[in-house]
């Protein structure tokens, strides 16, 4: 019966949070309310949604004063395409960069000859980095593609700020929505390496079948799993809850994350670089 505020700092963020909840059960609604308060806070936003809503609902309550910081990447918004040249690289990282791409949908955004999206600029300085990849839209396959090439784009900006010092790096919260979209097996590499670059992840996604569903995406599941520091758990089926409740026990029983309301969450969060014991808020 108490009330009391969730704190969620920034050093704790740093290692990253792992979002699972059944389709209606609050999820999205925590996501939009993290973002919103980050965006008020100053911070640097990255949002990847493949559904369109989130984007929409995030995009309609950017405040006035930070308007300006806004980057928009809405493929179905033909008459305002932006470029991003995959093919594009800097002598620094050309390695690392370059990439073979063709794709006749996404070709008014990839195929330019020189990006207008300078995804250094947009962690360095703090921007709201919102894409809108709604499947409905653009197709499976097409928002696989895109979402993988620009999570990617964002993971090599990060990477390149290696000289900076580590205090100079500014902070990135990037949001990924039904994130086994846009996953592969290096997920593990991404999670463990991320935080050193100022690159915070938040993923959410549904079930645990959708991190296992085919062969060689265990590991995936493994390294989520396994590495996030803090897991928010919204009502779940019983098999994915006979899964969780080890993060969880004793505390909170696998009946127990069966049965959670819509719009409650059971949490074990990392504060002050230690597991708290679960709680449901």
Not at 39 to 42: P, S
Not at 119 to 127: Q, T
């Given at each position: 019966g108490d009330y009391k505020d969730v704190r969620f700092s920034r050093a704790d963020r740093s290692r990253h949070c792992y979002i699972i909840g059944a389709t209606g059960t609050g999820k999205s609604t925590l996501l939009y309310n993290?973002?919103?308060q980050d965006?008020?806070?100053?911070e640097g936003v990255a949002v990847i949604d493949p559904h369109g809503d989130l984007y929409q609902q995030v995009l309609e309550s950017i405040p006035r004063r930070r308007v300006d910081d806004v980057v928009l990447v809405d493929p179905s918004d033909f008459k305002h395409s932006v470029g991003i040249n995959f093919l594009e690289y800097d002598a620094t990282n050309k390695p690392v960069q370059m990439n073979f791409i063709t794709n006749a949908l996404l070709r008014p955004i990839i195929g330019q000859?020189?990006?207008t999206i300078n995804?250094?600029?947009?962690?360095?300085?703090?921007?709201i980095f919102l894409v809108n990849l709604s499947k409905g839209l653009l197709g499976q396959s097409d928002t696989q593609l895109l979402g993988m090439l620009i999570i990617g784009k964002i993971?090599?900006?990060a990477m390149s700020r290696v000289k900076s010092r580590m205090e100079r790096r500014r902070p990135m919260f990037l949001y990924v929505d039904e994130f086994q979209n846009f996953t592969t097996d290096t997920v593990a590499y991404l999670l463990s390496e991320a935080r050193k670059f100022g690159l915070y992840l938040t993923l959410a996604n549904q079930n645990l079948a959708q991190l296992s569903a085919t062969s060689g995406r265990q590991n995936i599941l493994d390294a989520v799993l396994g590495n996030v520091g803090t897991t928010l758990i919204f009502r779940l089926g019983a098999v994915d809850a006979a899964k969780m409740d080890v993060y969880t026990r004793p505390e909170l029983q696998a009946q127990d994350l069966q049965e959670l309301p819509d719009f409650h969450a059971a949490g074990r969060l990392l504060v002050k670089n230690s597991p708290s014991r679960p709680f449901v808020f």
């Open positions: 993290m973002i919103r965006i008020e806070n100053g000859p020189k990006s995804f250094r600029e947009i962690i360095d300085s703090g921007k993971f090599t900006a």
